[in-house]
């Protein structure tokens, strides 16, 4: 099952909502621009479970440039990790 959907199953009363605790739910990220299309499609590849060469693979960069752009954006978003970055994305309806 990839991350979204256990995530969506979380979220739609389907598992523990205590798992999804120390998240930041806000949409600010978004309201200030600080997550766009290409952010989202990172966000979505992480979501689909894929590991930081495969998403470079993807994407056509080099890893190193992944784990800078994945930082970034959790950085931006005010989470600690990739993870957490793909649950907010999917509570505030990024993903």
Same mark, same amino acid.
């Given at each position: 099952?990839? $991350? +979204? @959907? +256990? ?5 739609? %009363?389907?598992?523990? =909502?205590? @798992? $999804?605790? %120390? ?8 309201? #200030?621009? /600080?997550?766009?299309? #290409?952010? *989202?499609?990172? &966000?979505? &590849? &992480? /979501?689909?479970? $894929?590991? &930081?060469?495969?998403? /470079?693979?993807? !994407? #056509?960069? @080099? =890893? ?5 752009? *994945?930082?970034? !954006?959790?950085?931006?978003?005010? *989470? #600690?990790?990739?993870?957490? /970055?793909?649950?907010? +994305?999917?509570?505030?309806? *990024? !993903?």
């Amino acid at each position: 099952m990839p $991350l +979204a @959907s +256990a995530v969506q199953n979380v979220k739609g %009363g389907h598992g523990e =909502e205590s @798992s $999804l605790s %120390g998240v930041p739910i806000t949409d600010r990220a978004v309201e #200030d621009g /600080a997550v766009d299309a #290409d952010d *989202v499609r990172l &966000l979505a &590849l &992480l /979501a689909d479970g $894929l590991v &930081l060469y495969a998403i /470079a693979r993807h !994407l #056509d960069f @080099s =890893e190193r440039t992944v784990r800078r752009r *994945v930082r970034s !954006l959790c950085d931006r978003m005010g *989470v #600690d990790t990739p993870m957490q /970055a793909v649950v907010w +994305a999917v509570r505030v309806g *990024v !993903l």
